[in-house]
């Protein structure tokens, strides 16, 4: 950082000694030191060396055109803003000076007042002055900025991380043998986390917002899905207030959108938040409605009735303009809200009609992409196949979407006993369509039944969504369901192939081979002429023995390998206890969907691994979901749990 007190030098260019002793003399009472030169090539070697504050020349000092020689002088980057004061004679003129006028330049004509000169002298070096501090702040002002950019990352990973872990614990706590009211009280805990951890993101973004580095993303995610999850957020809230939410979806509104989740998901908080604070009805209602389409954008209307509502001054000027400083009042949910959506392409309002009826609305502008309900899609048989004239499964890139960690582990396994060494990880559809977009692959195996988002939907949308980098790329499927009423439905959805749940060596090879004929796979245990008869399987007339853990088996599958035996039954025997868990927290929710999606989990987790009778207990269990038993279901959950400690004893 340059500091303005240091020694200043400015140099004299000209051959006519009195002018030369007159401006020396100037300088001095400045204190500013002198260099004068004698010639135009001393000069410019002067320039070239180091940086001065000032240049006063002759036009008899040259005999070539002062203009360009000027020009030459400010084409040294040190020198590039060098300020001129030129002495020139009653005949010199300029004809063009604007190239030169980026940098202060001053004329003086003989015979040279020294009062004039002086003037312009003192001009000039306060000009540097003030230039050289405005600099230095500038510095001062980057430096503090990214200092704060440092501090608020800093901060913000102390302060998350533990509102995330009571969140987080929360979570393990539920449904872990506790009454209703405990149950309930815990729920609390959850949720005022999750609003202390908005609230929280909310000081943050205005943080970064002054600091220039509010960032918007894009991916897949279903816009009722996070509306539905801000309500139940908030619902102490509301239920502090005695107040109802109301929620009027538009039916036209896809059920997918591409865009910041996230960023949507502050919008509705800090809206909701501020009108359920200032209500004193019994209920407001949350519109959500497509405004308008254009393209492959769409514009979402979102609005909040509330006929009690009002704005306060404050809160009115922070959806208007920057002008409210004060972090501390609630406005600043609502300052931080304008700038997501106006960097949304939208904007934010309240307004009330002549019936008195109050709005506070905003809109905000997502991408379309296409409804996995509606679309067409392209059949396998029509899409483009992969040849290459010899092709290595180390060439082969692949997407492995899998929402078990038990089962990813198997699963990448089998694949790297094939040769396969290029495996990227997704745990659910919505996270692979994303992925998809930002990386190549040449494969990817898809389980079927996962949360989130399942196979099928992410299939079809891999297969139509304009911003996947390869909308063709070959899909198989992987299940541990009776696929017999599905096979229809995968092509329709873009499916190439499938595999059945627990996999086989064999079975992988065989239709990985399939979609990619030049593969070579190095293994001669692949090159089985009947792969879809392994051995460990029974033969179809044999009757079946129920072994708790098939260790010999899973050994097998694992090729022997004792150390990634370990590994996968420290991660099975800690992962299932969480699936529980989930499983009735699901049903705490009244959600037997997910409820039923994570049973499907552990059936196929517990298929890989050959705890065979927990697979049936699993299926039992998603069955009793499915018909809504709630009895059978609380006993499949025990069942599952008595079993699973017994199952250590073979592990």
């Known amino acids: ?7 200043q030098i400015a140099i004299i260019a000209t051959s006519d000694l009195d002018i030369c002793k007159m401006i020396k003399e100037i300088f001095n009472t400045c204190h500013l030191d002198s260099l004068v030169v004698t010639d135009f090539q001393q000069l410019i070697e002067c320039v070239q060396e180091q940086v001065f504050t000032m240049l006063i020349i002759s036009d008899k000092f040259t005999d070539k055109k002062l203009y360009d020689q000027i020009i030459i002088i400010r ?9 001129v004061i030129v002495l020139c004679s009653q005949n010199q003129q300029f004809s063009d000076v604007k190239p030169i006028l980026f940098a202060p330049i001053d004329f003086l004509t003989y015979p040279v007042n020294l009062n004039i000169l002086t003037c312009k002298i003192h001009l000039f070096l306060t000009l540097d002055n003030q230039q050289k501090a405005l600099k230095e702040e500038s510095q001062k002002a980057s430096l503090a900025l990214a200092a704060k950019k440092a501090f608020l990352a800093s901060i913000s990973y102390d302060i998350r991380f533990p509102i995330n872990s009571i969140i987080g614990l929360s979570d393990l706590l539920i449904g872990d043998q506790l009454t209703p009211e405990q149950t309930k009280y815990i729920l609390s805990i959850r949720r005022s986390g999750e609003m202390l951890l908005a609230l929280f993101n909310s000081k ?9 580095s509010l960032e918007i993303e894009t991916k897949v995610f279903e816009p009722i899905t996070t509306v ?17 939410l109301v929620l009027k979806i538009d039916p036209a509104l896809p059920r997918v959108l591409l865009g910041d989740s996230a960023r949507f998901e502050q919008i509705l908080f800090n809206m909701l938040f501020v009108c359920i604070q200032q209500t004193i009805n019994n209920s407001i209602t949350l519109h959500i409605r497509v405004h308008s389409k254009q393209d492959d954008k769409i514009k979402l209307y979102i609005s909040i009735e509330d006929d009690s509502l009002e704005l306060n001054e404050a809160q009115s000027i922070s959806i208007k303009n920057d002008s409210i400083t004060d972090v501390n009042n609630i406005h600043i949910g609502l300052f931080v809200t304008r700038h997501i959506v106006q960097a949304m392409d939208g904007n934010i309002g309240f307004s009330v009609n002549n019936q008195n009826h109050t709005e506070f609305w905003c809109t905000a502008c997502f991408l379309k992409t296409s409804p996995v309900s ?3 899609c392209v059949k396998p048989d029509n899409m483009e196949t992969f040849a290459y004239a010899s092709l290595n499964p180390e060439d082969i890139r692949i997407l492995l979407v899998d929402d078990s960690p038990i089962n990813q582990i198997v699963e990448k396994k089998l694949l790297g006993k094939l040769g396969f060494t290029q495996i990227d990880i997704a745990e659910n559809g919505e996270e692979a369509v994303n992925i998809l977009t930002q990386k190549d692959y040449d494969l990817v195996l898809m389980d079927i039944f996962m949360p989130v988002m399942n196979g099928l939907d992410a299939s079809k949308l891999i297969r139509c969504q ?3 980098r390869n909308p063709n790329i070959p899909i198989l499927a992987l299940t541990a369901q009776d696929i017999t009423h599905l096979k229809s439905d995968f092509a329709e959805y873009g499916i190439n192939s499938y595999l059945s749940k627990p996999l086989v060596i064999e079975k992988i090879a065989s239709s990985i081979k399939n979609l990619f004929p030049s593969l070579r796979f190095q293994l001669s245990d692949v090159e089985s002429e009947n792969p879809d008869q392994p051995d460990e399987f029974p033969k179809k007339n044999e009757p079946k023995k129920m072994l708790e853990f098939d260790k010999k088996l899973l050994l097998e599958r694992l090729d022997g390998d004792e150390a990634i035996y370990q590994e996968l039954i420290e991660g099975f025997l ?7 868990n989930k499983i009735e927290k699901s049903l705490d929710f009244d959600d037997l969907t997910v409820a039923g999606q994570l049973a499907h989990t552990l059936k196929g987790a517990f298929s890989n691994v050959g705890a065979h009778l927990l697979q049936n207990i699993a299926k039992d269990l998603e069955n009793d ?4 038993d709630i009895k059978k279901i609380k006993q499949g959950i025990q069942l599952l749990k008595d079993s699973l400690n017994n199952i250590k004893k073979y592990i």
Do not use: C, W
């Not at 084409?75 to 300020?83: G, I």
């Open 625 to 628: 979901i499915l018909d809504m």
């Open 574 to 580: 800690a992962d299932i206890p969480v699936q529980i």
């Open 204 to 212: 943050i973004d205005y943080a970064n917002i002054q600091a220039g």
């Open 1 to 7: 950082m340059e500091n303005i007190n240091q020694k």
């Open 374 to 376: 509606d679309i067409k």
């Open 466 to 468: 304009n911003t996947i």
């Open 75 to 83: 084409n040294h980057s040190r020198n590039k803003y060098l300020p």
């Open 228 to 244: 539905q999850r801000i309500a139940a957020m908030l619902s102490s809230f509301l239920h502090s207030k005695r107040t109802e």
